[in-house]
């Protein structure tokens, strides 16, 4: 079971890129996403439509204690930082992993995210994209697939060379 | 050589999301990034400044007509799409591109797109974002290695297990 912790999360700057991380997260293979910061009913609401008319399970819930989330989460906790040790060579060990925390920062991450979590890791020593990071990160942890098995799907796309096409359900 | 083309970008709603575009961009091994829609010199800025700092080469240019731009193109030209072929696929055949030319829609794609691309690939077929589509491309088409020569480097991470350290070249 894959989770995310997203930090920091500010309603206008942080909208998009926020909800991004979510959306990564669900087409990845994670099964909730939490943020801490500022609390944000378009970024929850924006991802219930997207489970509702795609599939879930997927959750997305507002955290008020990041901390106290970290601390009593039961499995392990990863926090992608350009920081961080280079994350492949950790990949085998984390997908042995019942449970997982993946926490990505925003703007400014806490000093206490570096001790409370078990890797501190990064996804390339670079300025990066938190979004793309996650996304690479994910990749690899599932074994370079995507999430195929989404319950209550109402929209499927249909691959195409040219064009668009999708299949809904009703 | 790779060049990221992102099409209909608005300066308010889209900076962020654009901005990480380009920064996945130049550390998953782009030389460039183009960017069609409304001009924006904060876009520019900030891209410049990074590749000041953590080295380059890595240009920002704006392009007004999107069309010419991709018809010009001397090379593949790859269009990452959710409705498209499953990129793993077709990734042997595009390393062997000598100069590769991926576009990246913005909210509404002109359906030319679909036409003037060599290839219109998705990465998965879930809802997901441009940001993480374009990560995880370029990472396997980098051959999951993340770029390392760079020029005139003036900052440095050093990986650490816990916090932060980077070197600065004056």
Chains 1, 2 share one sequence.
Request: aromatic share 10%.
């Amino acid at each position: 079971m894959i989770r995310i912790l997203r930090l920091g999360h500010r309603v206008f700057r942080d909208q998009r890129i926020s909800s991004h991380c979510a959306l990564v997260a669900r087409a990845l293979g994670a099964q909730g996403f939490a943020y801490s910061g500022q609390r944000d009913s378009n970024l929850k609401d924006s991802l219930k439509r997207v489970a509702e008319q795609w599939g879930g399970p997927f959750s997305v819930r507002y955290v008020k204690d990041w901390k106290r989330e970290i601390r009593n989460f039961k499995g392990m906790k990863v926090h992608l930082t350009v920081y961080g040790l280079p994350f492949q060579g950790h990949i085998s060990k984390l997908k042995k992993a019942r449970n997982l925390l993946v926490i990505v920062g925003g703007e400014k991450v806490p000093p206490e995210v570096y001790q409370l979590s078990d890797f501190n890791l990064s996804v390339g020593q670079q300025p990066h994209s938190e979004v793309g990071a996650l996304a690479v990160f994910l990749y690899e942890l599932s074994g370079r697939k995507f999430r195929e098995r989404f319950q209550k799907v109402k929209r499927k796309v249909i691959p195409q060379e040219r064009g668009k096409k999708t299949v809904k359900r009703s």
